[in-house]
């Protein structure tokens, strides 16, 4: 039986001192999650383009063989909800902060990161559309990804026939209203272009890849937002980075449980033909 651990956000850190911690310019952060990227891979690539001091904590998941320890399991690591990604902010007198939940940790380095646009207008746009992209990616998850394998054939199937040209279709009107530049807000880069550029590259590790990624390849506009998010300096640079390219192979190797059993992805094969 699971032995995942709690804890509260109040702990030996006031709530006063940890409203000091938040306003202190010389923090640094630590993003605690699995050694994929998944849910986790927005928040990292916020704190690379932030340029701020900031490391990895990885859970192991992507390995194929079972460990005989599991501190995750073994209620080591815990957080507030039983679930990460948890995002650590410590002083530097070493003392903590944490936040919870990946939209909200998202969010808070938008804001930090001057990723929200420049006035109320564009705060509110970008966040909708952040939403969006993100909730698209909870439903595949839910429906196609981690669901029972007999399931996954139909859960696919719903997703390339609805789910995804519905997206695409959405995020190409909105992308066009703002003149086909790449971004989706003015002319400068926003959580919801991060967002976006982060959650088509989950898709590019599933082992229905080859089903998915062509669909926003041919879309002209979705890709001119992956490229301005993929050349920024400080992206570019933790995309080159071996710690950006182990969690790339720890994602395929985790998703290669996600496959579709062998019968359905042979129809799929067929239907391909």
């Known amino acids: 039986m699971s032995k995942v651990a709690r804890r509260p956000f ?35 690539e916020l704190l690379a383009f932030g340029n701020v001091k900031w490391s ?9 063989e079972q460990d005989k320890e599991d501190p995750w399991e073994d209620g080591k690591i815990p957080t507030p909800f039983g679930v990460v990604p948890v995002l650590k902010i410590i002083s530097p007198a070493n003392e903590e902060v944490i936040v919870a939940e ?4 998202e969010q808070y380095l938008a804001k930090k990161f001057n990723l929200f646009g420049d006035n109320e207008w564009e705060s509110l746009t970008i ?27 139909r859960g696919l199937e719903i997703f390339l026939q609805h789910f995804l040209p519905e997206f695409i279709s959405d995020h190409e009107m909105h992308l066009k209203a703002n003149g086909s530049n790449g971004f989706y807000v003015g002319n400068r880069l926003s959580l919801a272009d991060i967002h976006l550029a982060n959650v088509i590259d989950h ?10 990624m062509p669909s ?26 071996e710690e950006w390219e182990s969690l790339r192979q720890g994602s395929f190797v985790c998703y290669k449980k996600s496959a579709l059993p062998a019968e359905d992805a042979k129809a799929f094969a067929a239907k391909e033909q």
């Open 102 to 105: 990946s939209m909200v940790i």
């Open 10 to 44: 109040i702990t030996d850190v006031s709530v006063e001192k940890s409203i000091q911690i938040l306003a202190d310019p010389n923090v640094s952060y630590t993003l605690l999650y699995w050694d994929i990227f998944s849910v986790g891979a927005t928040a990292r």
């Open 216 to 241: 926003f390849e041919k879309s002209e506009l979705i890709s001119k937002v992956r490229a301005n998010v993929e050349k920024h300096p400080s992206i570019a640079a933790w995309r080159a980075s």
């Open 203 to 212: 898709f590019s590790h599933l082992p229905v890849a080859h089903l998915i």
């Open 127 to 153: 966040q909708a559309l952040y939403s969006n992209v993100h909730f698209f990616l909870e439903r595949a998850l839910t429906k196609m990804t981690w669901v029972v394998p007999e399931r996954r054939k």
């Open 56 to 64: 990895n904590e990885r859970i192991a998941i992507s390995s194929d």
